[in-house]
T-cell receptor, first 116, second 109 residues
């Protein structure tokens, strides 16, 4: 099976712009989660989508939003970019559903965002 | 609120040594605990997944244990190699996924 793919891999934006990142999960996986990784804060959970619905949400401002399509692909959007949004954004997919084995997560390579 | 702590933050060992990385968590009501490896600037590679009903998992030179009652997990790496140099992260899965800050491992030839 192909792994989790994320596009683009690298992105440079300026303050105030908005950005959309894309994640394609492993085939058959229905859950997609997004994480932000920075040197200072480590890995922080943004949100999880399952069957096109946001199932869980971390403590990020409303500028961070996401959605999931019927084919389980997900997009994350950040509006009004700030310098502090510079980070590695990681997407992870899992089979989803109930049961412990359904929640194992598999990560994509990430999108490195630099905000100038 | 679940908190995950990894000790030590950094570790340097000579090639061939056996080593143990530690992970502790505050809330024992978890589904799984997962160990990952991250190389600089890259995504996370899943190493081992331990379900809450299990006590350990093994893959090659890696062995991970889980003690839910004490809120601890260990990752044992046997016969370390320079290629094992990376940051190792543990993550606790309940309603979401919470990561420790990681242990940066350097294995010197």
């Amino acid at each position: 099976k192909a792994g989790v793919t994320q596009t683009p891999r690298y992105l440079i934006k300026t303050r105030g712009q908005q950005v959309t990142l894309s994640c394609s999960p492993i085939s058959g996986h229905r859950s997609v989660s997004w994480y932000q990784q920075t040197p200072g804060q480590g890995l922080q959970f943004l949100f999880e989508y399952f069957s096109e619905t946001q199932r869980n949400k971390g403590n990020f401002p409303g500028r961070f939003s996401g959605r999931q399509f019927s084919n389980s692909r997900s997009e994350m959007n950040v509006s009004t970019l700030e310098l502090g949004d510079s980070a590695l954004y990681l997407c992870a997919s899992s089979p989803g559903g109930s049961g412990a084995s359904k929640r194992a997560q598999y990560f994509g390579p990430g999108t490195r965002l630099l905000v100038l | 609120k679940q908190e995950v702590t990894q000790i030590p933050a950094a570790l340097s060992v000579p090639e061939g040594e056996n080593l143990v990385l530690n992970c502790s968590f505050t809330d024992s009501a978890i589904y799984n605990l997962q160990w990952f490896r991250q190389d600089p600037g890259k995504g996370l590679t899943s190493l081992l997944l331990i379900q809450s009903s299990q006590r350990e998992q093994t893959s090659g030179r890696l062995n991970a244990s889980l003690d839910k009652s004490s809120g601890r997990s260990t990752l044992y790496i046997a016969a370390s190699q320079p290629g094992d140099s990376a940051t190792y992260l543990c993550a606790v899965i309940d309603n979401d996924m919470r990561f420790g800050a990681g242990t940066r491992l350097t294995v010197k030839p």
